[in-house]
């Protein structure tokens, strides 16, 4: 592991290079990019080599000499930490342009800083091999992000957003403490070693809370509500580290912790699909009825969580009914989908960043024909949604594919098994149509037709390095998409370390699939190239000329007779109405000369609704009368560190 810690240092001294250098803003930003970058690609050597030779390393160091923080990389921990230090990789390059505002060199050298630290720590909370570790870097990780939210700080609702992520990382937080401690009470050790002597009865309710604390750092229903307030205030790069990878480490952390158990009880697995299904659904639904581009694409990574979740559920349902075939498809297809999202999500949070960048806004009503000017942004864009979709022959295909396959094989079982499969198949669709309509919407409203406002008009895209992330990513996207071998065969490798008693899993039964993948692709680019040749040959004579659309009747069309994205979306949301309530404002129009007047419309998540007063006012009360602690007497301080020591003097 001395790859390992030399890469997570490397990426440590690209933050504290920005950090000293701040007055000094271009060498500021080039140092962080640099040292980031190197890392990254160093960490990323690393842990493929571990996934391919499917061997494990391990190290610990005493601290405090009462502890010790132990690390451990198997084949899991390296897919993971795989899919971390490449899109952190991307992400650092698209940083460089992005953050050049020389106005605010402070701001960006801190935003630099925690930036590398929250890479740092997603890095250890996947190899962390025992309590101790896992938390404190689960810490560390959650606080560097909340000031990556908060870094536009001089805003109200990024202060909001800040704070509601505080509340429900801290919260999920505390569930997986309580899951921790059932750990110690059974085994009296603070490893994961003993872990799968706990009763039965101790398991499952350590599940449960471990699925619900890790849950809400994935951004699983109901447990999303900070999500679409926090990737939103957060700039860009940040959104896509945050949404791409940041909320994996839920996922890994489920997984993880479903393998310590080894527990094959199939309520397991009934429960991630349920909430794979709930999530999937809901999360498309309200990224329907959303008109700030990147709230839009944070309630779509609820979606993609729903998906995985899918996946891990019927992997578990086939463990339970000992149908090896389903398990490691359901498996492998949420780890494949782990990756493929990591990228197309990056490169659509990467393009939106774009977008706002160059307009200044985040309204999608405000947008509009952005195609013509901003040729390389819309290009990737399309290659993002068309493989957030799931369409062939682009990534997001490959991965719900697999998913697919693992529910088809739970066809052949009986009763509840089979009827969750059914239910995870359905679920696939639903959320697959939907996701399509979604993105022909933003494509639509955001890149298509002409500006709606003078922030869309005459706008071009600038940022070398930014292009160059957002070309990478779209490469990626279109080469696993063609070629998914390779990349399927690391989520195998993945999935060996899951303890399912298959140890090495066997790749020939696989290639076949992989193969038809990549036959089918190959007949898509065929036929496309083809059509576009055949359309080139035919146009080669034919004069080209300029002009506007037909204006249905009217003599003077104006943009704003164009698609909202409401009018666009608004019968695929009233149909989940319950779920997702539309509220109106719009003054009745009255006289015979009526004066102007106006439309709004707005999608409420129910979730959020619930929780405010189940969840985020008590809390919020709670702190409020707690706020004595806090008064600025340093004496005060040192007492209350004495205090906990004393206090500690009688457990140790």
């Known amino acids: 592991m001395s790859h390992f810690f030399a890469a997570i240092s490397l990426i440590l001294a690209g933050g504290l290079v920005s950090l000293v250098s701040a007055r000094h803003h271009l060498f500021s930003r080039a140092g962080a990019t640099l040292l980031i970058s190197a890392g990254c690609v160093w960490g990323l050597a690393a842990a493929v080599t571990t996934l391919m030779g499917s061997v ?40 460089f342009h992005y953050t050049q505002d020389a106005a605010a060199p402070v701001k960006t050298a801190v935003t630099a800083f925690f930036f590398s630290i929250l890479v740092v720590s997603m890095a250890l909370v996947v190899t962390a091999a025992n309590i101790i570790t896992f938390m404190l870097s689960w810490e560390i990780m959650s606080l560097s992000s909340f000031f990556l939210v908060i870094h536009d700080y001089r805003k109200k609702e990024n202060r909001y957003a800040g704070y509601l992520y505080f509340v429900f990382s801290h919260v999920g937080a505390m569930f997986i403490f309580a899951g921790f401690g059932i750990f110690y009470k059974y085994t009296g050790s603070f490893g994961f070693t003993d872990v799968h002597t706990l009763t039965e009865g101790a398991k499952i309710l350590a599940f449960v809370l471990f699925f619900i604390g890790f849950g809400s750092k994935a951004g699983v229903f109901p447990f999303h509500v900070w999500l679409p307030h926090a990737h939103p205030a957060a700039p860009s790069h940040i959104s896509a580290v945050m949404s791409g990878v940041m909320i994996k480490t839920g996922i890994y952390g489920i997984l993880r912790i479903y393998s310590l158990l080894e527990l094959p009880a199939p309520a397991f697995g009934y429960l991630v699909v349920a909430a794979g299904v709930v999530s999937g659904i809901l999360g498309v639904v309200y990224a329907l009825g959303q008109t700030d581009i990147k709230r839009l694409l944070a309630y779509s990574s609820v979606e993609n969580i729903g998906i995985i979740l899918i996946g891990m559920g019927l992997g578990m349902v086939g463990v339970a009914s000992r149908n090896p075939v389903m398990a490691v498809l359901g498996f492998s297809g949420a780890l494949f989908h782990v990756l493929n999202h990591a990228l197309f999500k990056s490169l659509l949070f990467m393009g939106a960043g774009m977008v706002v960048h160059q307009t200044g806004t985040r309204s999608m009503d405000a947008l509009g024909g952005l195609l013509k000017s901003m040729k390389i942004t819309g290009f990737a864009f399309i290659i993002g949604s068309l493989a957030i979709c799931g369409l062939p022959p682009f990534n997001g295909f490959a991965g719900e594919f697999v998913v697919y396959l693992g529910g088809f094989q739970g066809i052949a079982l009986d009763k509840i098994p089979f009827a969750v499969s059914v239910a995870a198949i359905i679920g696939l669709a639903v959320i697959g149509g939907l996701a399509l309509a979604c993105f022909t919407r933003v494509l639509g409203i955001v890149f298509q037709g002409e500006p709606r406002t003078e922030a869309a008009r005459n706008r071009t895209e600038s940022g070398t390095t930014m292009l160059w992330a957002m070309g990478g ?26 303890n399912l008693g298959y140890a090495r899993i066997p790749l020939a039964p696989f290639a076949q699939i992989t193969g038809h993948i990549t036959l089918g692709a190959f007949v898509i680019v065929v036929l496309v190239l083809g059509m576009a040749g055949l359309r080139s040959w035919f146009y080669r004579a034919k004069p080209i000329s300029r002009s506007g659309t037909w204006g249905c009747g009217f003599t003077r069309p104006t943009p704003k007779m164009q698609y909202t994205g409401a009018s666009y979306a608004f019968e695929m949301v009233r149909f989940f109405r319950p779920a997702a309530p539309i509220e109106e404002q719009h003054p009745p129009v009255a006289g015979r000369f009526p004066a102007s007047t106006r439309y709004e419309s707005r999608v409420h998540d129910i979730a959020e609704r619930c929780m405010a007063p189940g969840v985020i006012r008590p809390v919020q009360f709670l702190f409020d009368r707690l706020r004595w602690i806090q008064h600025g007497d340093i004496h005060l301080y040192i007492g209350y560190i004495l205090l906990a020591i004393v206090l500690l003097l009688f457990f140790i």
Do not use: K
């Open 56 to 95: 494990t390393h391990s190290v610990s160091f005493q601290y405090l000499n009462l502890f010790f923080l132990a690390f451990e990389m198997d084949t899991l921990s390296a897919f993971f930490l795989a899919v971390i230090f490449l899109v952190c990789l991307m992400a650092a390059v698209y940083s």
């Open 473 to 498: 990513l779209g490469t990626a996207c279109v080469i696993i998409g063609v070629f998914p071998g390779w990349f399927f065969n690391l989520s195998l490798s993945a999935v060996s370390a899951l």
